[in-house]
T-cell receptor, first 115, second 112 residues
Framework: EAQVTQNPRYLITVTGKKLTVTCSQN?????MSWYRQDPGLGLRQIYY???????DKGDVPEGYKVSRKEKRNFPLILESPSPNQTSLYFC??????????????FGSGTRLTVV | SQKIEQNSEALNIQEGKTATLTCNYT??????LQWYRQDPGRGPVFLLL?????KEKRKERLKVTFDTTLKQSLFHITASQPADSATYLC???????????FGKGTTLSVSS
């Protein structure tokens, strides 16, 4: 089954404790992206990657890091989480040819709480 | 800025009626508009995409229109069912072609 897999599904952590949210896709998509979703603000892009070793900032990159060492994986790293990073996070992937010309496939989401 | 707006936060209709959701965009005209369905706590699911040179696109009970003059897309669900209750998001690509920009969504409630 074609899918984007995120782990963990739920995570509660303390301020300052480094964490990684994993994302993997099995569709051979070149493009991958991370979004966060907050009430009243909708989906906002954190980082994206056009291909292996090519990453760039989205609209809200502060406090996050990403890497793309393999085509299928695109982990999101929070080096020192803070309470304002409490949110619902989604990873998405798409064929690269023309962003917007193909639908995104989203993961099931990671609900992160930072206390 | 590249905005995309869904005018209604919520829409309540009765089973069997047609639901119509609106998406408006500003500034440049996107080459594509997309529509997604999102259930609470779950990831958005892609439904339909319409190109700027298409006036209308259909998929089963779903219909999307694209009016570049009005800078608007309409999303219709005919013969709506309680199972159609969800939040529906529209999206467009940004001008750089590096991301989809999403509207904040319209939450549809279909009562039986």
């Amino acid at each position: 089954e074609a899918q984007v897999t995120q782990n963990p599904r739920y995570l509660i952590t303390v301020t300052g404790k480094k964490l990684t949210v994993t994302c993997s896709q099995n569709m051979n998509h070149e493009y991958m992206s991370w979004y966060r979703q907050d009430p009243g603000l909708g989906l906002r892009q954190i980082y994206y990657s056009m291909n292996v070793e090519v990453t760039d900032k989205g609209d809200v990159p502060e406090g996050y890091k990403v890497s793309r060492k393999e085509k299928r994986n695109f982990p999101l790293i929070l080096e020192s989480p803070s309470p304002n990073q409490t949110s619902l996070y989604f990873c998405a992937s798409s064929p690269r040819e023309g962003i917007g010309s193909y639908g995104y496939t989203f993961g099931s989401g990671t609900r992160l709480t930072v206390v | 800025s590249q905005k995309i707006e869904q005018n209604s936060e919520a829409l309540n209709i009765q089973e069997g009626k047609t639901a119509t959701l609106t998406c408006n965009y500003t500034n440049y005209s996107p080459a594509y508009l997309q529509w997604y369905r999102q259930d609470p706590g779950r990831g958005p699911v892609f439904l339909l995409l319409i190109r700027e040179n298409e006036k209308e696109k259909r998929k089963e009970r779903l219909k999307v229109t694209f009016d570049t003059t009005l800078k608007q897309s309409l999303f219709h669900i005919t013969a709506s069912q309680p199972a159609d209750s969800a939040t529906y998001l529209c999206a467009r690509s940004n001008q750089a072609g590096t991301a989809l920009i999403f509207g904040k969504g319209t939450t549809l409630s279909v009562s039986s």
